[in-house]
């Protein structure tokens, strides 16, 4: 079965850092883009980034250029977001997503950041 | 305040057929193709169509969906319970340089 599971997540100050990761497993995980997506809380989606199958190729919003950085390790059929200088509108639960906008699509379960102090 | 529209509510009484509309510009929805998500409240979201008009496996061919111009919708016939859920509409858009969600109907079965 295809599973994608996010951990990293938790409370943090304004200002600090976290690592988000997600762990494929149940497909061949460097055949796909990868995107994280998230959504504040009683908010709508709103996508943050996507990743190429080589890594090689990112896009991010706005809001978090500068900010956010996009990695994967096919290897290890790991996805990652480092997440610095994190503010208040950040807080959200972060989604992994495979094949967003493909026949293949699917979606982690979540991880909440929260971004208080 | 999202870059698509949605209209934030739709209704129907179960077997009835529901349709949900997007609107957009010529950066998005004109150019590039639409794909909808199904949330369940609690849960992750799940693409119902894909490329305008093309469904997933395992998604009910009651659902289907179309694009004209700068506008795109999602129908539901014969809806059912299960189908009460928020929707929402999403393309890439060619100007912002990024993906972007619509701002969510939430499909309420009466």
């Known amino acids: 079965d295809v599973r994608l599971v996010e951990s990293g997540g938790g409370l943090v100050q304004p200002g600090g850092s976290l690592r988000l990761s997600c762990t494929a497993s149940g497909f061949t995980f460097s055949g796909y883009w990868m995107n994280w997506v998230r959504q504040a809380p009683g908010k709508g989606l709103e996508w943050v980034a996507n990743?190429?199958?080589?890594?090689?190729?990112?896009t991010f919003v706005d809001s978090v250029k500068g900010r956010f950085t996009m990695s994967r390790d096919n290897a290890k059929n790991s996805l990652y977001l480092q997440m610095n200088s994190l503010r208040a509108e950040d807080t959200a639960l972060y989604y992994c997503?495979?094949?967003?906008?493909?026949?293949?699509?699917?979606w982690g379960q979540g991880i909440l950041v929260t971004v208080s102090s | 305040q999202s870059v698509l529209t949605q209209p934030p509510s739709a209704s129907g009484t179960p077997g009835q057929r529901v349709t949900i509309y997007c609107s957009g510009s010529d950066s998005n929805i004109a150019r590039k193709t639409v794909n909808w998500y199904q949330q369940v409240p609690g849960s992750a979201p799940k693409l119902v169509i894909y490329n305008n008009n093309q469904r997933p496996s395992g998604v009910p061919d009651r659902f289907s969906g179309s694009k004209s111009g700068t506008s795109a919708s999602l129908a539901i016939s014969g809806l059912q319970s299960e189908d009460e859920a928020d929707y929402y509409c999403a393309a890439w858009d060619d100007i912002l340089n990024r993906y972007v969600f619509g701002s969510a109907t939430k499909v309420t079965v009466l």
């Open positions: 997503v495979r094949d967003l906008s493909g026949p293949f699509c699917y």
């Open positions: 990743i190429n199958r080589d890594g090689n190729e990112k």
